[in-house]
């Protein structure tokens, strides 16, 4: 059998196993994996495996790169008759690639330093879109109606924004009287306003700027207006929450603590309809058929004073006179929970669910420490370590099972704070406490292939959020990372590598099942959610039926991954596993922000500009400038060309058809590239136009087809030498490609590039029967100088040809040279596009040989 045959058989056959499946699967993390960290999937199997070895794949040509024998059986688990954790930490390679385990394959697995850049402000897109008030960012028409309207206090000011709202009035018991309590988050499918939930929100916003300020950008206002207002984004978030949180605390001795979830249309008669009601912290049980078992205030007034105090440290910079005010309500509301300690439960309203939140200390000790920190009070400090003593170890951790926000917040940050004092004792102790905590959990996480322990509870997704800060805080703490595996488990496992092999976070990534239909409100099932949002996250089976008793199914088959342990529907009904949480998609600006900078710490954003996927453009703020060359039949400016980049010493790319490094008139060329260090690259294999040129929404060729020709190109290119993973980057012919072509090219591995729009520069092989589509070579020189004097050209791509037609007499590369000479005397920097797009490492591309070998 011929051997070209033989590949292409053994792809179908490779597509075929994964879609069809047998019995088996592997999950990894959908997201992918950063080129240095611990890298791991999970092999499960309904039949008896016995895998010693696995292999490291190309996604595009299927070249095995790797064979490992890392792998730990982890024997049955529920339904599964095999499970192992294949560990390919080694492999740091970067690209897109696949894992064959026996006759098992896993999804893309995409390994690279930029995996995580922009997901620090990523859940911040969520968390806007639950804003109550003005708010630019979002549109009403997919939001819930607003839910209050006043009357008696002075109202926003109108926007012409469609998504201004009007200012917001609750009622509060006993008398009712109107009171301004506008602003914050919808906190919940159903209304709701938690103070305690928001406040924690807010200081895991607050906390995550101050442990990794590099990673956060300024894109938006402080309204969401997506205009840059020179403070982080998170930044202004946060302030939104905080100046919410400020009406919640008007004096020393009243703290309203919820918004409830009812209209409340009888308190004031016809004056004022439709408004909701703000509980005031008595310290006694509320409600109204049903009581919560509140005895204090502490649990809800040290919430507010860590927000508070660490919001005065974080925005002194930014707003002086609002950090005064922050500072004084943050001593006032600690006081106050002095005054009450124990604990404010949320009160059950309409649906007589509620937060049965069992524990205040470990409020009152992260209150008591913020304070310190502000301050230098020692009296603050003596009080942390009181109360830090009195909850060595989150609760939640010493059980299998807890009840809804019982133990809450679900990590102690007054413990890390603490650890960090000046004093040795106290550091010994708190950073035991620490580890106390992630031991237990390390024994849960040893009896599942996921290395994953928490308790399978309503809000499990917030605890695994939990849970992974805590082991990133010890471990930065002392340098041991003997949970480190334990640690990328948890954000794997909120990323696909758990039995659905879905993402738990809406949009991210886009192309790896994250979720399609969270519940967001139970009386309007067609809002679609922004990116972002964590869902609540699977539940025993046991509890999912206690709390859940309508049938629920999945269209996406994944009843099949249901077991006794854990169940999670992708469906909008099922409001136990598929709820966002604004909460804990706040905690994820931690996670993630540290995993941002762990692969690239010094940017914060993908600075490149895209159009349908492709980049046309690199750093704007760079004043560099990108040549590209592409070839396919003419190559009559090749010397001119290269004499002009020697001359000048600039490095340029150059993307080629496959018929043209089959072309043995080419070899030279090819290989005199190849010595002046020049990037040699794919323009499809047979000059196939891939989408209408008029219309580029409109393909002109199928996926399979696409993936054929280009497999095609890199064969070619590797009879120079040229390896795939050397070559990350294709021009596509004519520059004609889509969302579609841009997909499918980075499901292999392969970034998409093109000219910027604007300079004609790709316009040097028109002719003048093109009429108005022809330019001269002096109108495109004339154009990309006129654009460099009005504009400028930073992180501009200038594409040009080989060669052209003999119908264009008019040949431009006689001028490039002087272009080139003219535009560096401009000050511009001629940079290859490894440097300039700064996706992906050009020295990580090289294959070691050692990596084939058995690791």
């Not at 016995?50 to 595009?60: G, Q, V, W």
């Not at 707003?319 to 600690?334: F, G, N, Q, R, W």
């Not at 209408?692 to 590797?718: G, P, T, V, W």
């Not at 021009?731 to 591995?749: F, R, T």
Request: with cysteine; aromatic share 12%.
């Amino acid at each position: 059998m011929p051997k070209k045959i033989a590949l292409v058989l053994l792809s179908v056959f490779c597509i075929s196993m994964y879609t069809y499946s047998i019995d088996g699967w592997i999950r990894i993390n959908r997201l992918g994996y950063l080129p240095n960290e611990k890298k791991k999937a999970v092999l499960l199997s309904e039949s008896p495996q016995n895998i010693k070895e696995f292999s490291i794949h190309d996604a595009l040509t299927n070249e095995e790169l790797g064979v490992f024998n890392t792998v730990i059986s982890k024997g049955e688990f529920q339904s599964y008759k095999s499970t192992y954790i294949l560990d390919f930490s080694a492999f740091k390679i970067q690209g897109a690639f696949y894992i064959k385990a026996g006759l098992i394959y896993s999804p893309t697995v995409f390994i690279n330093k930029n995996i995580y850049l922009g997901s620090a402000d990523f859940s911040l897109s969520f968390i806007r879109q639950q804003r109550l008030g003005t708010n630019f960012a979002i549109d009403l028409d997919n939001q819930i109606e607003n839910n209050v309207q006043s009357t008696n206090v002075e109202p926003d000011k109108p926007t012409k924004s469609k998504s201004s709202r009007k200012n917001t009035t609750i009622i509060s018991p006993e008398p009712p009287k109107l009171i301004n309590v506008s602003g914050g988050w919808k906190e919940s499918a159903d209304g709701t306003q938690n103070g305690s939930i928001l406040a924690t929100a807010i200081f895991q916003m607050l906390f995550a700027y101050q442990m990794n300020p590099l990673a956060f950008s300024d894109k938006h206002d402080d309204l969401g207006k997506k205009i840059s207002n020179d403070i982080p984004d998170i930044l202004d978030e946060a302030k939104w929450g905080l100046d919410w949180l400020l009406k919640m605390y008007p004096n020393k001795e009243t703290i309203y603590h919820e918004i409830g979830d009812e209209l409340q249309s009888s308190a004031v008669g016809s004056l004022q309809p439709n408004v909701r009601q703000v509980y005031v912290a008595t310290g006694k049980p509320q409600g109204n058929t049903a009581k919560n078992h509140s005895n204090g205030i502490a649990s809800v007034a040290g919430k507010y004073s860590s927000a508070f105090s660490l919001g005065a440290q974080m925005l002194k910079k930014f707003y002086p006179v609002l950090a005064d005010t922050l500072a004084s309500k943050a001593a006032e509301a600690y006081q106050l929970g002095k005054k009450y300690p124990g604990i404010c439960q949320s009160i059950p309203l309409k649906s007589a669910a509620y937060a049965v939140e069992d524990d205040w200390c470990d409020d009152m000790e992260l209150a008591a420490v913020e304070l310190y920190q502000g301050t230098y009070d020692g009296n603050y400090l003596k009080d942390a370590t009181q109360f830090g003593r009195m909850e060595p170890v989150s609760p939640w951790m010493c059980s299998d099972t807890t009840s809804h926000y019982q133990w809450y917040p679900f990590i102690n940050i007054g413990h890390y704070l603490l650890a960090n004092v000046e004093n040795p004792r106290f550091q010994k102790e708190f950073q035991e406490n620490l580890l106390n905590g992630i031991q237990r959990m390390s024994l849960y996480a040893k009896t599942n292939p996921f290395e994953v322990g928490v308790p399978m509870v309503k809000n499990s997704n917030n605890l695994v959020s939990a849970l992974a800060t805590q082991c990133i805080l010890y471990r930065t703490l002392t340098n041991d990372s003997t949970y480190v595996n334990m640690e990328n488990g948890l954000i794997d496992w909120l990323l696909g590598r758990n039995p659905w092999g879905a993402s738990m976070i809406t949009g991210l990534p886009k192309t790896a099942n994250p979720p399609a239909n969270p519940f967001i409100n139970s009386s309007s099932k067609n809002n679609t959610p922004t990116s972002g949002g964590l869902i609540s996250g699977p539940v025993q089976k046991s509890s999912f039926k206690f709390q859940l008793s309508n049938f629920i199914t999945d269209s996406n088959g994944s009843e099949r991954f249901q077991s006794d342990w854990a169940v999670y529907h992708d469906n909008n009904e099922d409001y136990v596993t598929n709820e966002l949480s604004l909460d804990g998609s706040a905690s994820l600006a931690y996670l993630f922000s540290g995993k941002q900078l762990e692969g690239v710490p010094e940017k914060t954003a993908d600075n490149n500009q895209y159009i349908g996927g492709g980049i046309i453009r690199t750093d704007e703020t760079k004043k560099q400038i990108c040549l590209v060359f592409s070839g396919n039949e003419y190559t009559d400016g090749y010397k001119t060309i290269r004499q002009a980049l020697k001359k000048l010493n600039i490095k340029a790319s150059f993307f080629f058809t496959g018929d043209f490094y089959r072309n043995s008139k080419n070899s030279k060329i090819i290989k005199e590239l190849l010595e002046d260090n020049h990037y040699l690259g794919g323009n499809s294999d047979k000059n196939l136009i891939y989408c209408s040129m008029q219309k580029h929404d409109s393909l002109l060729i199928s996926k399979s087809r696409f993936i054929e020709d280009l497999k095609n190109n890199y064969s070619a290119m590797e009879k120079f030498g040229i390896k795939k993973n050397q070559t990350p980057f294709l021009l596509p012919p004519y520059e004609a490609y889509n969302d579609s072509i841009s997909q499918w090219s980075k499901e292999v591995g392969i970034q998409i590039i093109a000219s910027t729009p604007g300079t004609l520069s790709n316009s040097d092989t028109s002719v003048p029967e093109m009429r108005e589509n022809y330019f001269s070579s002096n109108e495109i020189y004339k154009r990309i100088i006129q654009l460099e004097s009005k504009q400028g050209l930073n992180g501009y791509i200038l594409s040009f040809h080989l060669g052209a037609d003999a119908r264009r007499q008019d040949k431009f590369y006689p001028q490039l040279y002087n272009l080139l000479l003219e535009l560096s005397k401009y000050g511009y920097d001629f940079v290859d596009l490894y440097k300039a797009t700064d996706i992906i490492d050009r020295n990580s591309s090289l294959l070691d040989n050692k990596q084939k070998k058995k690791n």
